[in-house]
């Protein structure tokens, strides 16, 4: 803000801007050109990109959101089960608490991988035409992540051990839809090669796919975040619904208030 | 919790449940039957109501999250970005501050309509067939709320004062679709005859109609604030995106920085 | 908002105004009347009420404070612990996801305890001066609550069955430095009338009984949660260090996960 | 969590845990040994730290917390006040907006200037006995930092620029106390040498200074963060207390979004 004295502050955005009588958004009117015209899903695509996903990348888009919705109960969705059980007048600090598990360890897989997959993109002079060239650089990529004794992100699942069962129904219709990219394609390399390398089966898994395809789509990598976290906001606000039919919050607090044990002091 | 000693504590959800190879949900297979198979709105809309949406439904529920995905810079977009600037490094902070701003002034005006109309609505002995006899229902229940002393949510907007351009395209799908039901009319009803039973002119707002709209599609009246907040959620996205590409809190910030004023002692 | 033409927009401000070089709160200057000088116990009192309090105002506010800091695994520790284990990179997150459930069935006890007490003696046409005065009306608050059906706040405890051990020493810290004022008397009286009305046991809570304290201090009603959520962001921070050391989320998540059984269809 | 068949689950914690006649904590008991016999500020220690504080040391940790309590309209301030503005029924929504800022920009500068200390001290044969040694040593970290490119921690404020009021009373108190350790002496030879070694004035900043006494004083690294958390909370707390009193968040609001501008399409 380098402004003149009796300059006028404004402050840009292309976001919604209303005026008395409308509301006006990406060039267009609110009411007459996108309500009821687009899905919610297009219409996140576009808030994101500020331009509309052909119909190819709208399919894969709604098919990750769809695959990172909800995934049962993992503690992002126990804690807003928790607040929800501690707070049921503010439905929205139970989904807030929720989305705050969106960090290093569990929902920022996408992010971590797509920043992993877009660094070794970025320092290619050209990209592979076959699987073998694929395969040459994702072994390097592998054994470079192993050399760092870093984790490396999209690799494995507590309980699919075998392959995530959402992985193969993503690259399918990537393939189908044409939005096949460099990113998937990398991550899938990633998937042949990286036993051999480990030492061990660490199959990809389906957040690492999504990251991979939403970098493909071109979602900035700082973004990727949150699209998980939008997908999750729908799966947070199932886990609400359900414990509005089926409590089980309380039994959950109850199970862990009952098995609590001393650690003071500690030895 | 009433369990035998001894017997196994279970936690029952309706919601995914993973195994090793497999996540099984809504009776059916993630990957086989919904990830690309269905639009990520028609998920929500299961994820809440454990039911598939018509194509009528679908296209009204879809409509709605369209309607409240973004209002611009409202306090909660503003709370957002001002919370991505502290803390970049954490986007579900800032998306999760934005959404901490759904309760009773902004976001809220969704879940308080439609539980007046839902209240009214059941209170009726029978339903009204034409414009008549809906506009005597409104006016009885816009004098009662009148009288006392209450604010009448989905009446009026700071902005738009002369009708809420989201309105007419709201009940012009819902009639298109088929799913134009008695909190749509009676909101409707409300529009036209509170200004003479409250002597200033307080057109219907969208956020009013959208509750009235799910409520027809039979989202219960605790969880159409979630529905809003799932809305806002793409917005506040798209918000962030802005604020990366085209920053404006630290400009917010330090304008209200430079304008503070002492206001202690109180006098 | 209704400033003329060119009029200089002001925030007035009873909290900090930093200049060049220095920091002015309260009539004073944060380094050289504050820090250091005065407990945090003593400058939160002051930021909330705006003076300085009595010795005996800040030994039971402080008390309060330390009473309601920590009472174990409750919903909010634990949903900050897997908020923790999800996200250790944003320790705000987790201290917020716990803060999140403060709200009506857990940490809002003692603000819904104030404002009944301060409902009540505000109808008072004068104060009672001893014990058969407050029993009387506590007695007839207590019966006008029941017949109305409501819960009443701050009595009975889950745990503590046969009496909260923090309300005995909250009394009588309070008769000790001269802060027992008419909240606590009315509800000191109502945990000697209420099982007979009631028919029941249930005693007197130690969340209501701060309530009452720190209404007693003048706290205004609405900030009486606000005080319950800074005692407990202590205890919050607790546990995340306890969960540094001795991690116990992961093993809450794999309990819940691995005990899920399906409820749909619902029947 | 490798339990036999059969094993019991426990967690085992040093936070408090409560039976049906007492609430047992640090090895005592929280009516009898805590609750009115230690301050705020002092159990806070021992939650985080699990033993007593000494007197000094309690003395600096309640000067620190103090310190950082409030520093007027910051970003998180304002994103608290205008949570509140949208949510005033869910205070605790307000206050974990604000603490959600968290993050590296304002409220993170304490951990990064602790982490940075730690790890040059970690590094060292032996600590220097005089001014000098520490000057060499901090020469050669801010020269290190310098040629890495990265923002050097603790140094510079956007408004104090000639040096932050809160360092030199945050020193003294730590000298008269006798908590000023290594990182607080690495951190003031920063002070000294920075200028020479940047090319530029960048004093010491109030946050990197509280950083530098809560890891003398123990904390660790992880925490610190957390510990400005909660003093930021009673800043937090005596906004929202501020804005019931003197709004101010509905007309920041209506001025950003009264100078909103488009910028779409983006050129």
């Known amino acids: ?23 006006s958004i990406f060039g267009g009117d609110l009411s007459q050109d996108f309500i009821g015209e687009v899905s919610f899903g297009a219409y996140a695509f576009r808030l994101i990109m500020l331009r509309e996903p052909t119909p190819g990348e709208l399919r894969l888009f709604e098919a990750v959101l ?10 992002t969705a126990i804690a807003a089960r928790l607040t929800y059980l501690s707070a049921p007048d503010a439905i ?3 989904i807030a608490a929720g989305l705050l598990g969106g960090g290093s360890r569990f929902l920022g897989v996408s992010e971590d ?22 395969d040459e650089i994702a072994s390097k990529m592998v054994a470079d992540l192993k050399a760092s004794k870093m984790t490396i992100p999209g ?8 392959g995530d069962p959402r992985v193969p129904k993503l690259f399918s219709i990537a393939k189908e839809v044409g939005t096949f990219g460099p990113h998937l394609a990398l991550f899938q390399a990633m998937g042949r090669v990286a036993p051999a390398i480990l030492g061990k089966n660490l199959p990809l898994n389906g957040a690492g796919c999504c ?12 973004l990727l975040r949150g699209v ?5 906001c729908a799966g947070l606000l199932g886990h609400i619904a359900d ?15 009952s098995h609590a044990i001393s650690s003071y002091p500690l030895d």
């Open 155 to 162: 690799l494995g699942h507590h309980l699919h051990k075998d």
């Open 113 to 134: 991988t797509g920043r992993v997959l877009s660094e070794k993109l970025a320092s290619l002079k050209r990209v592979p035409t076959d699987d073998a060239g694929w």
């Open 228 to 232: 998980v976290l939008l997908a999750r």
């Open 92 to 94: 929205q600090g139970a």
């Open 66 to 75: 769809v695959a990172l919705a909800d995934h049962g109960f993992t503690p």
């Open 1 to 23: 803000m380098n402004k003149e004295q009796g300059e006028v502050e404004t402050y840009p955005t292309a976001m919604a801007i209303s005026k008395r009588e409308s509301i």
């Open 211 to 222: 990251g991979a395809a939403l970098a493909d789509l071109g979602i900035p990598q700082p």
């Open 243 to 257: 414990e509005m039919r089926t409590p089980v919050a309380q039994s959950i607090f109850e199970h862990v208030e």
